[in-house]
């Protein structure tokens, strides 16, 4: 079946057509047009502010003429990952979606469900002339997968409206109210080269389950980045090494899965790391044998080099990642249940003389944000690095009297006869920022059922969206 066969058509239509454009983050000319010549085509008043972001304007349906106006919002962007030997160049290829059973997903990447079907709801919406519903201003934001950059950007100045619905979240039947604010944080630690002399060896800690670093971090899953700390502390406790390179990850929002380094070791000390590296393997698996039965650490011979860092400098690299916070550092006290604070090292690599180490810091809590990232400063400095801080947001706080929250509520009790889930989540929506920008405004979040988000296991349930996309006609149809 093609995606272009699944109900409701218009919405699949447009998600279609999502997927034929590459729009990773920092990638959204092409989408940006899309949208754009789409507004033009159907008469609809449309802005592109200076950072990129969308803005489409649609006026109300017969009857809702004096109804106040209602945003849409979605984000353009969405996480390019891939499996290891999947050959597409996502900036620059379509993406191959599958219908797979009840399911949409992907042939060997992401799938952009998030916020794809975010926007293919708007687009439907604004290409229908038979849905009820008040002025809609459409608010579709840049570069959110890489730290709400076109949220934070955005000029506002020409959206009206005040109550706000944000389709981005991922669990159908379940209203967000609340969720984390965060800060990307960028340490850099300054290595000393020699000459290497010995053998150089290549470590490749495999077979993670990834993840979304705000909605999976309760999972206990493994963190690449860590795991290759863990085997450095190993290495070291038994036999002389130096580094000579790191790779891993490079999406600070996505539990890195994979890493690499290259190291050197005496001719002598070969045999000796081989045997390191396998126990090292076999109580990675004894670990992960449920959870994450594909982990793996393999060695390998690598290319000969002329140099490597010294002894301190890689001493320097094994502590920072050693004590590189990551997972939950704190639960809620009001909603047991919620993750309020945690820390994901999304990247860590060597460039030049310089290892670059990076986080994305969550809380729903300002203040344990703020202690959190004093952590990470002192340990950096203490092995005499510099620290930057970016890309950071407000949390969304919980709105005690909402009556945006309230007919959602309704709606949802009147098509399914139980309530909906009010809920506060840990990972990032833009709806913190948002709020700034629009003093006042009352905001939800909704959304389909996907799993498997920021990975190539990404998947979204079709049955979901199409129940959503009734659920949502039916909100606009009584928000005069």
């Known amino acids: ?72 919002q979605a984000h353009l962007d969405m996480v390019c990952e891939k499996l290891p030997d999947c050959k597409k160049d996502m900036k620059n290829e379509a993406i191959d979606a599958v219908v797979d059973g009840s399911y949409l997903c992907a042939d060997g990447t992401t799938l952009g469900g998030d916020d794809g079907i975010g926007v293919a709801y708007i687009l439907a919406l604004l290409d229908s002339e038979d849905i009820p519903h008040p002025p809609v201003e459409a608010l579709l934001t840049a570069d959110e997968e890489t730290g709400l950059r076109g949220a934070n950007a955005l000029d506002a100045s020409r959206l009206k409206g005040r109550r706000l619905i944000n389709i981005d979240s991922e669990e159908e039947g379940v209203i967000t109210v609340s969720c984390a604010g965060a800060a990307r944080v960028s340490c850099e630690i300054p290595l000393t080269a ?72 005496s001719k002598s000390d070969e045999k000796l790391l081989n045997e390191i590296v396998g126990a090292f393997d076999s109580e990675l698996k004894a670990q992960c044998a449920f959870s994450e039965p594909d ?77 959190l990232i004093s952590e990470v400063v002192s340990l950096v400095e203490y092995v005499g690095g510099s620290v930057e801080v970016g890309d950071s947001y407000p949390a969304w706080e919980y709105r005690a009297s909402s009556p945006l929250r309230g007919a959602l509520s309704s709606v949802y009790e009147q098509m399914y006869g139980k309530k909906p889930v009010v809920t506060a989540i840990h990972a990032g929506l833009e709806c913190g920022i948002l709020l700034e920008k629009l003093p006042g405004a009352d905001m939800v979040s909704i959304g389909p059922s996907m799993s498997g988000v920021h990975t190539p296991d990404e998947k979204l349930d079709i049955k979901s969206a199409a129940r959503v996309w009734e659920y949502l006609l039916q909100v606009l149809k009584i928000l005069k």
Do not use: W
């Open 295 to 371: 982990a793996h650490v393999s060695l390998e011979d690598a290319p000969s080099g002329d140099k490597c860092f010294d002894d301190e400098s890689t001493k320097k690299v094994t502590l920072a990642l050693m004590q590189a916070p990551y997972g939950v550092r704190a639960m809620s006290a009001d909603m047991p249940s919620l993750v309020q604070t945690s820390s994901n090292p999304g990247e860590a690599l060597t460039s030049q003389n310089v290892f670059k180490l990076s986080f994305m810091l969550r809380s729903n809590a300002d203040c344990d944000k703020k202690l």
């Open 1 to 72: 079946m093609q995606i272009t066969e699944l109900e409701p058509k218009k919405v699949f239509h447009y998600f279609s057509e999502l997927t034929k454009i590459p729009r990773g983050s920092g990638n959204l000319k092409e989408v940006r047009e899309y949208c754009l010549a789409f507004a033009e085509k159907r008469g609809l008043e449309s802005y592109c502010d200076g950072y990129g972001n969308v803005m489409i304007f649609k006026d109300a349906s017969a009857g809702y003429e004096q109804s106040a106006p209602v945003i849409l």
């Open 194 to 265: 020699e000459n290497a002399d010995g053998a150089v060896k290549k470590i490749t800690v495999s077979g993670l389950l990834g993840g979304h670093s705000g909605s999976d971090i309760n999972k206990n899953r493994k963190n690449a980045v860590k795991v290759m700390g863990e085997l450095f502390y190993d290495i070291s406790q038994k036999c002389r090494f130096r580094l000579v390179s790191m790779n891993a990850g490079g999406r600070l929002n996505v539990i890195t899965p994979a890493s690499q380094a290259v190291v050197c070791v």
